[in-house]
């Protein structure tokens, strides 16, 4: 080759070369843009995911918040409408025992003078009743606070952003599922301790004379 063609060749291979190395660069360069392109994407719907995730629990936590209030409001009226009760009976006993006296001697002589002994221990029957309804709903308050604790256990310590769940979806669906059985029972029961407080209140008129 004459001296002057490889003179004219050898800036051409050298500008070739430089485009070859240019496009190569540009490719990567490319490349890893498309790479973190993708990446931001992920954690993008990452971050949605979790975020709904948060919402979802924290809906759920409003909702067995208020069903708990709900059962604490009717587990305290409960309470209250046997404490009056219970006062009541009470009071009975100690007017039946006014009337009978302190000094008088507990025997049966003439159907008049054991009047006030049978009325005592109806009174004392009636006490015992009470008694056995205020063990009942202590019982259903006992229920209620070991229920609560354990829904607690369950459902805390609530998911914070970028921290895994503390339950998963599933589980908490089967424990609203449980909760809801076991709320439905549980206001039957006081419904039926209710009604025998109603019934002994009914009785009262007619016991104590």
């Given at each position: 080759?004459?001296?002057?063609?490889?003179?004219?060749?050898?800036?051409?291979d050298?500008?070739?070369?430089?485009?070859?190395?240019?496009?190569?660069?540009?490719?990567?360069?490319?490349?890893?843009?498309?790479?973190?392109?993708?990446?931001?994407?992920?954690?993008?719907?990452?971050?949605?995911?979790?975020?709904?995730?948060?919402?979802?629990?924290?809906?759920?936590?409003?909702?067995?918040?208020?069903?708990?209030?709900?059962?604490?409001?009717?587990?305290?009226?409960?309470?209250?409408?046997?404490?009056?009760?219970?006062?009541?009976?009470?009071?009975?006993?100690?007017?039946?025992y006014?009337?009978?006296?302190?000094?008088?001697?507990?025997?049966?002589?003439?159907?008049?003078?054991?009047?006030?002994?049978?009325?005592?221990?109806?009174?004392?029957?009636?006490?015992?009743?009470?008694g056995?309804?205020?063990?009942?709903?202590?019982?259903?308050?006992?229920?209620?606070?070991?229920?609560?604790?354990?829904?607690?256990?369950?459902?805390?310590?609530?998911?914070?952003?970028?921290?895994?769940?503390?339950?998963?979806?599933?589980?908490?669906k089967?424990?609203?599922?449980?909760?809801?059985?076991?709320?439905?029972?549980?206001?039957?029961?006081?419904?039926?301790?209710?009604?025998?407080?109603d019934?002994d209140?009914?009785?009262?008129?007619?016991?104590?004379?």
């Amino acid at each position: 080759m004459p001296c002057d063609q490889w003179r004219m060749q050898e800036p051409e291979d050298a500008r070739m070369a430089t485009e070859d190395v240019s496009s190569s660069v540009v490719e990567e360069l490319e490349r890893k843009a498309a790479e973190v392109e993708a990446r931001l994407r992920e954690k993008e719907e990452e971050n949605a995911a979790l975020k709904r995730r948060i919402e979802s629990y924290h809906i759920r936590w409003l909702e067995y918040e208020i069903r708990t209030k709900s059962l604490e409001e009717a587990f305290h009226e409960q309470m209250a409408a046997l404490q009056m009760a219970q006062d009541a009976a009470r009071m009975a006993e100690e007017t039946a025992y006014d009337r009978r006296g302190p000094s008088e001697p507990y025997t049966e002589t003439t159907a008049a003078e054991a009047e006030p002994v049978v009325r005592l221990w109806h009174g004392r029957d009636r006490l015992s009743s009470v008694g056995a309804r205020r063990s009942a709903v202590n019982r259903l308050g006992s229920e209620f606070r070991r229920q609560s604790r354990t829904l607690d256990r369950a459902v805390e310590p609530m998911p914070g952003p970028g921290q895994p769940a503390a339950i998963s979806a599933d589980d908490l669906k089967k424990l609203k599922a449980q909760f809801r059985a076991w709320a439905k029972d549980y206001k039957a029961r006081l419904r039926r301790a209710q009604a025998e407080i109603d019934k002994d209140r009914r009785r009262r008129g007619s016991c104590w004379i």
